[in-house]
């Protein structure tokens, strides 16, 4: 599977729906089949896996070894899972459970993570990810260590 990647700015309408960009829906493989599964992501956002990689991760979420932690874990997430399939227009729909947890109001991004895509309410991504004044130290404490850029 080619990988999402960039943000691009949306509204979501009154329906709750919210397109998703042209360049991402050309991505999706015939095994997605137009669908998106939607659940809730840490940092108080919105993951929308295409439906062939979210069973991929859901065999490794089915594969975890049981425990009080991994069941509350799977609970949580399993509750607000929506299976939601593009419309004519390319938009998908999000339910209200899922507009509050994410805290959307009316304006959103939607950023490529490779093989899934995340939904954030615009202010609070901008917030989260601040003025990027600390980039340098999130790069250089967090990942520089870890990648080989040869």
């Known amino acids: 599977m080619a990988r999402f990647r960039g943000r691009y700015n949306f509204s979501i309408d009154e329906k709750g729906?919210?397109?998703i960009?042209?360049?991402f829906r050309k991505l999706l493989t015939p095994e997605a089949e137009e669908t998106f599964v939607i659940c809730r992501a840490p940092d108080n956002c919105l993951w929308a896996y295409p439906k062939d990689e979210w069973e991929k991760f859901e065999d490794k979420l089915l594969a975890m070894p049981m425990s009080r932690e991994v069941n509350k874990f799977q609970r949580t997430l399993q509750n607000t899972l929506t299976d939601t399939t593009l419309d004519k227009q390319g938009r998908i729909s999000l339910t209200?459970?899922?507009i509050e947890l994410a805290g959307i109001s009316k304006d959103v991004s939607i950023i490529g993570r490779g093989n899934n895509l995340e939904i954030w309410d615009r202010q609070r991504f901008e917030q989260y990810t601040g003025t990027g004044d600390d980039y340098d130290d999130v790069y250089y404490d967090?990942?520089?260590p870890g990648v080989d850029h040869s």
């Open 21 to 23: 960009p042209a360049k």
């Open 17 to 19: 729906r919210i397109n």
């Open 96 to 98: 209200q459970y899922q």
């Open 142 to 144: 967090s990942i520089q």
